[in-house]
């Protein structure tokens, strides 16, 4: 199982670029790397997923270097509303029995 | 279109009790999972099933049991309710499991074990 690493809490203020890095040694060659964010009282909503490289979207960048064993989830311009907690996923599902874990997240807390 | 919706919102069980968290998806997804959140902690992986008629257990599967007869419903049953089941429980579903492996995930349903 691919055991993911994450920092338990980062501060940060409005307007500031959010990078958040997520370790997995362990990481297997056909493992994706899938970001997600929680709200108090919500199910985890997706942001971004990648397989290596770099990877945008309209909310977040992905960064993975060569090796795959970490990536960064990057935040441009936080705002007070991306207070939430951030969790990084490694892995696949299949009928093999290979399951997905949710590490403990990351807490971020954005402050005016 | 929905998305991924659970019933009930909220339940309180007596010890010894048993209920089914019900979980239906709309997206027509072969995979569905079902998560349990304690208070400040990760999500744990408790069911999960990669299609009708196939499940396997996940990382906390002990007092809880699911079946998958359609597509669309993966109910989750709790037999002899205890206090340690005090959780929010979360319902999910993907594509599949490699390729589309993105989780959608439906509201949660809080349940109290007194």
């Known amino acids: 199982l691919a055991k993911t690493t994450q920092p338990i809490s980062m501060d940060s203020y409005e307007g500031q670029e959010v990078n958040i890095t997520c370790s997995h040694n362990?990481?297997?060659?056909?493992?994706?790397i899938t970001w997600y964010q929680q709200f108090p009282s919500q199910g985890p909503r997706f942001i971004i997923q990648?397989?290596?490289t770099k990877v945008t979207n309209e909310v977040a960048s992905l960064f993975i270097p060569a090796d795959r064993k970490s990536s960064t989830l990057s935040l441009p311009r936080v705002s007070l509303s991306d207070t939430a907690v951030y969790y990084c996923?490694?892995?696949?599902?299949?009928?093999?029995?290979?399951?997905?874990?949710f590490g403990a997240g990351t807490r971020l807390f954005v402050k005016a | 279109n929905a998305g991924v919706t659970q019933t009930p919102k909220f339940r309180i069980l007596k010890i010894g009790q048993s209920m089914t968290l019900q979980c239906t998806q709309d997206?027509?997804?072969?995979?569905m999972y079902w998560y349990r959140q304690d208070p400040g902690m990760g999500l744990k992986l408790i069911y999960y099933?990669?299609?009708?008629?196939?499940?396997d257990k996940g990382e906390v599967p002990n007092g809880y049991n699911v079946s998958r007869s359609t597509t669309e419903d993966f109910p989750l049953r709790l037999e002899l309710a205890a206090p340690s089941q005090t959780s929010v429980y979360f319902c999910?579903?993907?594509?599949?499991?490699?390729?589309?492996?993105?989780?959608?995930f439906g509201p949660g349903t809080r349940l109290l074990v007194l």
């Open positions: 999910a579903s993907s594509l599949d499991g490699s390729t589309n492996p993105t989780q959608y």
């Open positions: 362990n990481i297997a060659t056909n493992d994706y």
């Open positions: 990648g397989y290596k």
């Open positions: 996923l490694v892995g696949v599902v299949n009928t093999g029995g290979f399951k997905t874990i």
């Open positions: 997206m027509n997804h072969n995979y």
């Open positions: 099933s990669v299609g009708a008629g196939i499940t």
